[in-house]
């Protein structure tokens, strides 16, 4: 079956650095997405993995490794408009998205 | 504005009711969806329109059903619903090119349903 593993919430400082981990099983792999939702607003997009390691965006980096079916989603120099929902996503072999149920992301003063 | 219209945003319906959720984009894109979003739960892909053929779920219930009269415009229609079907109903687009996995989703802001 397909399965996506990632915590349901963390809690972080203003000004740390956090890493939102994701480990999947999919049917095939065609890449990896990682969306950020704030509470009551659309999923916007952040970034998208197809070959392994670190892909770095501002603040925001994403990492994968598909020998370990794993990601991790690491923000840096957290700020508290970084409080939000984020949701992995593998994409199958019928390039569709298979979703997690998101890490709660609370950041503190 | 994410480029990806709702409406409405918030709808209130009886079981025996019938009613449908809109969306509109204008990006060009040429696949749209739509999505049930419960809380604590994964994103469900209900229904998809891509490259001129539909691609549905098939744990979807029949009181369910999309339209999609053209690229840019997707309904779902309402018809006797139950009250477990009471969520975040979200659309999305993407500009699908056959076997790339790039495939980026926009999604609106959502119409949040609830059924007495």
């Known amino acids: 079956g397909q399965n996506i593993d990632q915590p349901t919430e963390m809690t972080a400082t203003e000004g740390a650095i956090v890493q939102i981990n994701c480990t999947y099983q999919?049917?095939?792999?065609?890449?990896l997405f990682w969306y950020q939702q704030h509470a009551g607003e659309a999923p916007t997009f952040l970034s998208y993995?197809?070959l392994d390691g670190l892909e770095e965006k501002g603040r925001f980096s994403s990492f994968l490794s598909r020998s370990k079916g794993y990601s991790y989603l690491l923000l840096k120099e957290l700020q508290m408009k970084d409080s939000a929902s984020y949701l992995c996503?593998?994409?199958?072999?019928?390039?569709?998205?298979?979703w997690g149920a998101g890490t709660k992301l609370i950041i503190k003063p | 504005e994410t480029g990806v219209t709702q409406t409405p945003r918030h709808l209130v319906m009886g079981m025996t009711n019938k009613k449908s959720l809109k969306c509109e984009q204008h990006?060009?894109?040429?696949?749209m969806y739509w999505y049930k979003q419960s809380a604590k739960k994964p994103l469900e892909l209900m229904f998809v329109?891509?490259?001129?053929?539909?691609?549905e779920n098939n744990s979807v219930p029949s009181r369910f059903s999309p339209e999609c009269p053209n690229s840019s415009h997707l309904f779902l229609h309402l018809h006797t619903l139950q009250p477990e079907d009471s969520a975040l109903y979200l659309c999305?687009?993407?500009?699908?090119?056959?076997?790339?996995?790039?495939?980026?989703?926009?999604f609106g802001a959502g119409s949040r349903l609830t059924v007495l």
């Open positions: 999919t049917s095939g792999f065609n890449g």
């Open positions: 993995n197809v």
């Open positions: 329109y891509s490259l001129e053929e539909r691609v």
């Open positions: 996503a593998p994409s199958d072999s019928n390039y569709q998205l298979i």
């Open positions: 990006l060009g894109h040429n696949a």
């Open positions: 999305a687009s993407s500009l699908r090119e056959p076997g790339t996995g790039a495939n980026v989703l926009t």
